[in-house]
Protein backbone atom coordinates (compact mmCIF):
# COMPACT_ATOMS: atom_id res chain seq x y z
CA UNK A 1 0.00 0.00 0.00
CA UNK A 2 1.28 3.54 -1.13
CA UNK A 3 0.78 6.68 1.38
CA UNK A 4 1.05 10.15 1.43
CA UNK A 5 0.87 12.77 4.39
CA UNK A 6 0.76 16.30 3.58
CA UNK A 7 3.29 16.90 6.49
CA UNK A 8 5.98 14.81 4.71
CA UNK A 9 5.49 16.68 0.94
CA UNK A 10 5.38 14.27 -2.04
CA UNK A 11 7.25 11.81 -0.03
CA UNK A 12 5.62 8.33 -0.68
CA UNK A 13 5.63 5.34 2.27
CA UNK A 14 5.01 2.17 1.06
CA UNK A 15 3.45 0.07 4.00
CA UNK A 16 2.32 -3.16 4.93
CA UNK A 17 -0.99 -4.02 7.32
CA UNK A 18 0.26 -5.84 10.67
CA UNK A 19 -2.17 -6.53 12.68
CA UNK A 20 -6.00 -5.53 13.67
CA UNK A 21 -7.34 -6.13 17.32
CA UNK A 22 -10.07 -5.11 18.98
CA UNK A 23 -9.03 -3.04 22.30
CA UNK A 24 -12.29 -1.62 24.37
CA UNK A 25 -14.53 0.51 22.52
CA UNK A 26 -11.94 0.91 18.87
CA UNK A 27 -10.60 -1.57 17.19
CA UNK A 28 -6.38 -1.10 15.87
CA UNK A 29 -5.30 -1.49 12.98
CA UNK A 30 -1.48 -1.63 13.02
CA UNK A 31 0.81 -1.02 9.81
CA UNK A 32 4.60 -1.17 9.20
CA UNK A 33 6.00 1.39 6.62
CA UNK A 34 8.84 -0.49 4.66
CA UNK A 35 10.17 2.83 2.58
CA UNK A 36 11.52 4.86 2.63
CA UNK A 37 11.41 4.99 6.44
CA UNK A 38 10.37 2.61 9.06
CA UNK A 39 7.85 3.18 11.10
CA UNK A 40 5.24 2.15 12.64
CA UNK A 41 1.61 3.34 12.14
CA UNK A 42 -1.54 2.58 14.43
CA UNK A 43 -4.94 3.63 13.90
CA UNK A 44 -7.68 3.26 16.52
CA UNK A 45 -11.26 3.12 15.04
CA UNK A 46 -14.52 3.22 16.24
CA UNK A 47 -17.71 0.49 15.29
CA UNK A 48 -18.64 3.88 13.33
CA UNK A 49 -15.21 4.52 11.39
CA UNK A 50 -15.80 1.18 10.28
CA UNK A 51 -19.21 1.49 9.37
CA UNK A 52 -18.26 4.71 7.64
CA UNK A 53 -15.09 2.20 5.75
CA UNK A 54 -17.79 -0.07 4.85
CA UNK A 55 -19.74 2.36 3.14
CA UNK A 56 -17.08 3.50 1.19
CA UNK A 57 -15.75 0.07 0.37
CA UNK A 58 -19.15 -0.93 -1.35
CA UNK A 59 -19.93 2.49 -3.55
CA UNK A 60 -20.53 1.17 -6.85
CA UNK A 61 -17.63 2.33 -8.22
CA UNK A 62 -15.18 0.45 -5.82
CA UNK A 63 -17.00 -2.70 -5.76
CA UNK A 64 -17.05 -2.55 -10.03
CA UNK A 65 -12.89 -1.75 -9.26
CA UNK A 66 -12.61 -5.11 -6.66
CA UNK A 67 -14.52 -7.34 -9.21
CA UNK A 68 -12.59 -6.43 -12.49
CA UNK A 69 -9.48 -6.63 -10.82
CA UNK A 70 -10.49 -10.32 -9.57
CA UNK A 71 -11.79 -11.02 -13.14
CA UNK A 72 -8.52 -9.84 -14.64
CA UNK A 73 -6.38 -11.80 -11.97
CA UNK A 74 -8.06 -14.90 -12.62
CA UNK A 75 -7.13 -15.07 -16.26
CA UNK A 76 -3.13 -13.67 -15.78
CA UNK A 77 -2.72 -15.37 -12.17
CA UNK A 78 -3.07 -11.74 -10.38
CA UNK A 79 0.05 -10.23 -11.88
CA UNK A 80 -1.05 -7.00 -12.00
CA UNK A 81 -1.85 -7.43 -8.49
CA UNK A 82 1.70 -8.14 -7.71
CA UNK A 83 3.29 -5.75 -9.34
CA UNK A 84 1.07 -2.93 -10.12
CA UNK A 85 1.51 0.26 -12.22
CA UNK A 86 2.94 2.92 -11.26
CA UNK A 87 1.00 5.87 -9.47
CA UNK A 88 1.86 9.14 -10.46
CA UNK A 89 -0.73 11.49 -8.51
CA UNK A 90 -2.68 10.94 -5.66
Known amino acids: ?3 RSTGLG ?5 QEFRYMKPQGDYVVIGMQTVEPVKWQVRVAAT ?4 LS ?3 ILLGPKVVWWIVSGLIVGLFTG ?3 AKNPRP ?3 F
Open 10 to 14: KTELV
Open 78 to 80: FKR
Open 47 to 50: HMDI
Open 1 to 3: MKT
Open 53 to 55: LLK
Open 87 to 89: ITD
